[in-house]
Nanobody, 120 residues
Framework: QVQLVESGGGSVQPGGSLRLSCAASGTIFSIKALGWYRQVPGRERELVARILNDNSGSTSYADSVKGRFTISRDNLEAKVDLQMNSLKSDDTAIYYC????????????WGQGTQVTISS
C-alpha cells in the first residue's frame, strides 16, 4: 500500500508560478514511477509529468507543459514536486499525484488531488 498526499495548489494569475508537492508513504521501495496528472470536468485525466523511481530519474512531460513545468524528486523525503511556471488558463485543473508500482502497467495509487486555478 502506498499513500500519497498532495499540497501546494491554489489560485494565481496567468504567467504566475506554483509548486506542487506529493509526499509518499508506505511501501515506497516498490514504486516504479511517480507522476503528476490533471483533470478538468468532462475530460479524461491526463499525464502532465512523470519521473522514474530509479537511479536514472528519467522524466517525461506532456507537450503542453514542456519548458514550463519541471518534475523533481527528493528520495530522502519520499517526495516528488512539480514546479509550474508561466501558467496559463488552460492549466486550470485538479492535479493528482499518481504512483505506478513495479510490475504494473498503470497507476495503482492516487492522491486526493489539489485544485490549481489560473485566472486574472
Amino acid at each position: 500500500q502506498v499513500q500519497l498526499v498532495e499540497s501546494g495548489g491554489g489560485s494565481v494569475q496567468p504567467g504566475g508560478s506554483l509548486r506542487l508537492s506529493c509526499a509518499a508513504s508506505g511501501t515506497i521501495f516498490s514504486i516504479k514511477a511517480l507522476g503528476w496528472y490533471r483533470q478538468v470536468p468532462g475530460r479524461e485525466r491526463e499525464l502532465v509529468a512523470r519521473i522514474l523511481n530509479d537511479n536514472s530519474g528519467s522524466t517525461s512531460y506532456a507537450d503542453s507543459v514542456k519548458g514550463r513545468f519541471t518534475i523533481s524528486r527528493d528520495n530522502l523525503e519520499a517526495k516528488v514536486d512539480l514546479q509550474m511556471n508561466s501558467l496559463k488558463s488552460d492549466d486550470t485543473a485538479i492535479y493528482y499525484c499518481g504512483a505506478e508500482m513495479i510490475g504494473s502497467p498503470r497507476v495503482n495509487y492516487w492522491g486526493q488531488g489539489t485544485q490549481v486555478t489560473i485566472s486574472s
